[in-house]
Each structure stands twice: as C-alpha cells, then as structure tokens.
C-alpha cells in the first residue's frame, strides 16, 4: 500500500513540475515623462483608448492582425498578443491620429467591468512628469496611450498599460510646438 501511495505521489509531483505560477499579482507601470534640457511641458496630460473592437470577443489573434493592419500598415503583422510581450509600440501621429479622427469608445473592448479604466481613469493630468498605473498580472486588453502637452506633439504608445508586474518607462516628448504652430486661444473679456 505504500508502495502505491508513494507512486501516485510521485506522479503528481513531476506532473506539477511544468505549472506555471503567479508572478506578481499586479503592481505599478510607471512612465517618466522627459523633454530635452533648458525645456519645460505646459500643461502635460494623458489619454486612454480602449482599441480591441468588441466583434472579437477574446480572439488575441485576429485582434492581432486588426492592430497590425490599423497602426503598423507598412510592417509585417505581428504575432496574438504582441502589445503584452513588446515592451511599447510606437506608433506614428498621422497612424494614430487618422485611427483616433473617427474614434468612437463604444466599439471597442475594455474590460468586462471596466474596472481598470474606472481605477486609473481615461485621461488626466500628468504631475511631477510621472504617469503611473495599476496593473494586474493578467490583464492583457491592447490599449492606446497618448502622451502630450500644450507645447509638444502627442506621444502615442500600444501596448497592455493596466498589465504585468511594476515596470517603468522612459517617455520623451521631442517634438516642441514653437509659438506660432499653436492655435490661438480667445480669452473672455474682462
């Protein structure tokens, strides 16, 4: 009887050997917003868009093969899941920009309860050049990124920005908007 017992205990030991175990649980994603030295940011701020269409239902792949299409139009597609194993996606202002013209929210998945937008918010104001979010392990929805200023061009990043352990990011805002590139603003009598 020992011998048996001392058998199936073995055999579930080495069968638990290939088992993945939980990481982190969840943690902070950190961005570190810079500009060049001698430069400042007015007013900078961020924004969130959900960007896997809601027709997919959990479908990593052919979701995949959407954002490849939709924000890497000149590259090879990429692979189910790239925005969680990539550690950003960079996309271009006219890419992002031309997606975001017609945006509408509602087509697009965010979480069953949505509770890691109603945590970390849509958008909001950067303070101290510091944007931080929840995350949790497994949360892995594909979610666009805007990073900007009054006086900077948007950033744009793809990737799973409420997912994985804490990480930290360095985001540089490069492209200064000079005076006279801003619109004017028409301030109220007084």
């Known amino acids: 009887m020992k011998t048996i017992f001392l058998a199936i205990l073995c055999a579930l030991s080495l069968s638990v050997v290939n088992v993945n175990a939980q990481v982190c649980g969840g943690g902070h994603r950190t961005y570190h917003i810079f500009v060049r030295d001698g430069m400042n940011t007015i007013n900078p701020r961020y924004e969130l ?3 896997m269409p809601t027709g997919l239902k ?6 995949a093969k959407y ?6 139009p000149n590259q090879d597609e990429r692979s189910s899941r790239f925005w969680s194993r990539e550690p950003l996606s960079i996309i271009t202002g006219e890419v992002a920009e031309k997606f975001l013209k017609g945006y509408d929210g509602s087509k697009y998945k965010k979480d069953p309860d949505e509770r890691w937008f109603r945590e970390n918010k849509y958008s909001g104001e950067i303070k ?3 944007l931080i979010f929840n995350t ?19 950033v744009y990043l793809l990737g799973a920005h409420f997912g994985g352990c804490s990480k930290q990011f360095d985001v540089l805002l490069d492209d200064y ?3 006279s590139e801003r619109p004017i603003k028409s301030h109220p009598k007084r």
């Open 136 to 154: 949790s392990e497994l949360y892995d929805r594909p979610i666009l990124l805007k990073i900007f200023a009054d006086n900077y061009k948007p």
């Open 49 to 51: 868009f959900a960007v």
């Open 67 to 72: 954002l490849s299409k939709t924000f890497f």
């Open 177 to 179: 908007i000079f005076e």
């Open 128 to 130: 101290f050049a510091s």
């Open 58 to 63: 959990d479908d990593f792949e052919t979701t």
